[in-house]
């Protein structure tokens, strides 16, 4: 895992820390920063695979599902602000 990723979970633990709600939303699921969460960030795998651009109907009908996913959990949570780290991140930001 790289910086961005580093950074995003030492954002999020930052937070929680100063007892702020906090929340991960990662798009794929657990990985190896996982164990360096804090028990109070609360952490959101969704366990998604965007399609390949090689069909482009799929890639849509993918993009439109992970857009879904990740508003679902930012409605539900209510989650007033969300910060990405890099331009893949950013697109479902």
């Known amino acids: 895992m790289g910086g961005a990723e580093n950074l995003a979970v030492n954002i999020a633990n930052h937070l929680a820390v100063q007892g702020h709600?906090?929340?991960?939303?990662i798009i794929t699921g657990p990985d190896?920063?996982?164990?360096?969460?804090?028990?109070?960030?609360?952490?959101?795998?969704?366990?998604f695979q965007r399609a390949s651009l090689s069909n482009p109907f799929r890639f849509a009908v993918s993009l439109w599902?992970?857009?879904?996913?990740?508003?679902g959990v930012v409605e539900a949570h209510g989650i007033p602000v969300v910060q990405t780290h890099l331009p893949g991140s950013n697109y479902w930001g």
Request: hydrophobic letters at 40%.
């Open 21 to 25: 709600e906090s929340h991960l939303i």
């Open 32 to 47: 190896v920063l996982g164990a360096k969460v804090h028990p109070s960030v609360q952490v959101h795998y969704l366990e």
């Open 65 to 71: 599902k992970g857009n879904r996913l990740v508003s």
